[in-house]
Structures are given as C-alpha cells and as structure tokens.
T-cell receptor
Framework: GEDVEQSLFLSVREGDSSVINCTYT??????LYWYKQEPGAGLQLLTY?????DMKQDQRLTVLLNKKDKHLSLRIADTQTGDSAIYFC??????????FGGGTRLMVKP | GAVVSQHPSRVICKSGTSVKIECRSL??????MFWYRQFPKQSLMLMAT?????????EQGVEKDKFLINHASLTLSTLTVTSAHPEDSSFYIC???????????FGPGTRLTVT
C-alpha cells in the first residue's frame, strides 16, 4: 500500500467547511504539501508546511500538522463548487522525492 | 506560483509509432524535472527523475529504452514514448523543481491514446 494515506471521498455542501485528512509515515519529512487536481489537468500546488510548524493559514485554506501522530489536514473554509477536485497530500522525506497519497475526491453540492 | 507547460496536451497515435512530449519551465530554471504517469482514478506514479545535462534516473519497473528522457536545458525536458502500444495509453505529467527543494510545480499533463 501507499505510505501516505488519505480517505477516498468527501462530500460537503456549498458554504460549509471541508476537512481533508492525511497520514504519512516518514518522520524525516521536512515539507508536507497539498495539491489540487481538477479533471483532465495537472496538479496545482495549493500550499505546503514546513515540519517545524503546527499550522499555516492562507486565505480560505488552513493546514494543521501533528508531527507526533504524522497527521496532516487541510481545511477549506466556505467551500465553493469550484473547489470540487481531487486533493493530494504529499511528503518530502529525506530521500528528496515527493511521495503522494492516493488522493481525496471532494464533491461540493450546491 | 511558477508555471510549467506541457505540449501536446492530447495526442492520439498508432501502435508502433513514437511520441514526444515536451515539458518546459516558463519562468524559472528547473534543476530537476520529474515525469509521472497517472492511471484513471489513481495517484501519480513517478517514472523518472532527470537533472539537466545528465542521464535520467528511472524508477524500478520503468523501461528506460521505451521511455526516453532528455533534459537538454534548465527549462526543457522531453519524454519520448518509443514504439507505443495501447497499454502505454495514460496521462503523463511532468514536474519541475527550482533551486528550493520545497517547491515542485506540475505541468497540465498530456493525455496519450495509442490505437
């Protein structure tokens, strides 16, 4: 199985908050990332967090990192239909290659 | 953020022919470029890593003679799928990393269909 795990699917209503969770395994990871992929497109870097940080906020996006539990989450406030996409978390371990989770498909219902 | 382009975005070719996909970093110099393959409803699978001016490093199970990678400059890498077969049909995504290891940008992807 994959070293980085995510739930497959999340459905929310427009205007609600979305929380996408991720667990990783390599404690040496220095950076952790969230990417967004819309249908038929490449990956868009949404945000990243350095491993010595607990939280990072960027407009509607909040990233929480629990290094002890190797748990990463992405909260999207006021979720919009345009946020519907697949979200990948990724870690950058000491080996220096991005390792991706399987992706979480976010569906936003109007 | 930085921009990575890919060309073509979509290509259909006949079995046995070769296809070249270009990946360019438009506003930064990419010290390292990566090629990924993505199957439907799956995550990205790293195929190879290339540094400018040197040979690519291929992941286990990826045939280097079939997937030729050339990283001729700091802004251009190419992937050539040689003697393509229907099982090579996939979504190929390139990625580029600049001087900082923490920012890796992805191209829009190329949909390859081999008939």
């Amino acid at each position: 199985g994959e070293d980085v795990e995510q739930s497959l699917f999340l459905s929310v209503r427009e205007g609600d908050s979305s929380v996408i969770n991720c667990t990783y395994t390599d404690s040496s990871s220095t950076y952790l990332y969230w990417y967004k992929q819309e249908p038929g497109a490449g990956l868009q870097l949404l945000t990243y967090i350095f491993s010595n940080m607990d939280m990072k906020q960027d407009q509607r996006l909040t990233v929480l990192l629990n290094k002890k539990d190797k748990h990463l989450s992405l909260r999207i406030a006021d979720t919009q239909t345009g946020d519907s996409a697949i979200y990948f978390c990724a870690e950058l371990p000491a080996g220096n290659m991005l390792t991706f989770g399987g992706g979480t498909r976010l569906m936003v219902k109007p | 953020g930085a921009v990575v382009s890919q060309h073509p975005s979509r290509v259909i070719c006949k079995s046995g022919t070769s296809v070249k996909i270009e990946c360019r970093s438009l506003d930064f110099q990419a010290t390292t470029m990566f090629w990924y393959r993505q199957f439907p409803k799956q995550s990205l699978m790293l195929m190879a890593t290339s540094n400018e001016g040197s040979k690519a490093t291929y992941e286990q199970g990826v045939e280097k003679d079939k997937f030729l990678i050339n990283h001729a400059s700091l802004t251009l890498s190419t992937l050539t799928v040689t003697s393509a077969h229907p099982e090579d049909s996939s979504f190929y995504i390139c990625s580029a990393r600049g001087l900082g290891p923490y920012e890796q940008y992805f191209g829009p992807g190329t949909r390859l269909t081999v008939t």
